[in-house]
């Protein structure tokens, strides 16, 4: 995997990479996530798409930035500059966790770049919806990955791909970076524009989701007139990975969002 580099509207340098051909889809990670969270979906994504991945700013080799630009709308704007930088003016755009929450954004103030929107995991902001244990909060800000590991993946698929969940939570970033992007994805608040929403959207979620409780996804789906839901029994918050069948789901919905070649 070759890393390029994106400049965000403030300088920061986004380091971000690409495989496959076809229709753009930009893949939007997580809070404090690597692009190498991706891994274990990227080569079943690029057989039949573009797909695109960056690191947030302050992640891996991407450049921290000037601090006051760490929120999720302003992680928005680093995610139009990677698609600049990749010479990609609409793509398909799919959104893990926070990643979610930074792709509403981008497909409220940037909807001529979205052809399509898939929301996995997500929420459209913590005070307007079902909040989650502490206990899981806790379990994340630990960032011990034996803590984590049981919020995200089952028992079965953890103990298969030792590999992808070491990827998964190994997180090249400082303290305060990592502490920036927490307090992005908590003070995230879309609920009020979600209907604004023009792209086509899937929205996907575990029913086990600790992190994110599955009546967001429920609300989320409510207010955005443009969307399908799709809850996965026993999911939990990492089913963008340990689910095979989501995978199914989403190239299914990507292929049938725009005509092919529609997207460029």
């Known amino acids: ?24 889809l930009l893949l ?16 079943g994504l690029a057989r039949s798409f573009r797909a695109i991945r960056f690191d947030h700013r302050g992640i891996g080799t991407s450049t921290e930035g000037c601090a006051q630009n760490y929120g999720t709308r302003a992680f928005a704007a680093d995610a139009v500059a990677v698609l600049d930088a990749a010479g990609v003016g609409k793509a398909h755009v799919y959104g893990h966790s ?25 929420s459209a902001g913590d005070a307007g919806g079902v909040g989650r244990d502490p206990s899981a909060t806790a379990a994340l ?31 090249q970033a400082s303290a305060a970076v990592k502490s920036r992007h927490f307090r992005a994805s908590r003070l995230h608040d879309a609920w009020d524009v979600l209907a604004s929403i023009q792209a086509p959207t899937l929205i996907i979620h575990g029913s086990e989701d600790a992190l994110a409780p599955v009546a967001n996804a429920v609300m989320m789906a409510e207010r955005s007139p443009n969307s399908q839901l799709i809850q996965v029994d026993s999911g939990r918050h990492g089913l963008h990975l340990d689910e095979a069948r989501v995978q199914t789901w989403i190239e299914d919905f990507l292929s049938l969002a725009v005509p092919a070649g529609a997207a460029h």
């Open 1 to 24: 995997m070759t890393l390029k580099r994106a400049v965000a509207p403030d300088g920061a340098e986004l380091a971000w990479a690409e495989e496959g051909q076809g229709e753009p």
């Open 28 to 43: 939007v990670a997580g809070q404090a996530t690597g692009m190498a969270g991706w891994n274990p979906v990227v080569p």
């Open 98 to 122: 926070m990643g979610g929450r930074v792709a509403q954004w981008l497909a409220v103030d940037f909807p001529s770049r979205v052809v399509s929107l898939v929301l996995a995991a997500t």
């Open 141 to 171: 800000i630990s960032g011990d990955p034996a803590q984590m590991a049981p919020l995200f993946f089952s028992p079965d698929w953890t103990r298969a791909n030792p590999a992808a969940v070491a990827a998964f939570f190994r997180v």
